[in-house]
């Protein structure tokens, strides 16, 4: 199973920004999903193996980005522009076997190799 370490959580005010790493290793599709206090948990970006296609959920566009960078087995997340809505646990993700960005917005969370989460809070 593949081991996957999200960094880069914390306390930003709103219209700030952060960014997200995860470290991880192989060469499939990723992604994140976050999910809030009291909220089921949610897609928020993928990204394909080789990082030309991405794609996000609608709250997200235009404000964060996706990427990834094989050759150090590292995936990003930008995120600008965030608001408290945005406050939540994100959760690095990475498909077993799919390639694209399609296999983890469908996959079973079963699917999915899953991080630990790590921690985003927008204060107001």
């Known amino acids: 199973q593949v081991q996957l370490a999200e960094s880069g959580g914390g306390l930003v005010q709103a219209g700030g920004s952060l960014r997200l790493a995860c470290a991880s290793a192989g060469l499939t599709a990723m992604g994140w999903f976050r999910q809030a206090p009291g909220k089921e948990r949610e897609f928020v970006a993928a990204i394909n193996w080789s990082g030309h296609s991405t794609y996000y959920t609608d709250s997200v566009k235009g404000r964060f980005t996706i990427s990834r960078d094989n050759a150090k087995n590292t995936m990003y997340l930008q995120m600008n522009s965030l608001r408290p809505e945005d406050t939540a646990v994100y959760y690095c993700?990475?498909?077993?076997?799919?390639?694209?960005?399609?296999?983890?917005?469908?996959?079973?969370?079963?699917?999915?190799?899953w991080g630990r989460g790590t921690q985003v809070t927008v204060s107001s």
């Open positions: 993700v990475a498909h077993r076997t799919g390639q694209s960005t399609g296999d983890i917005v469908q996959a079973p969370p079963a699917n999915l190799n």
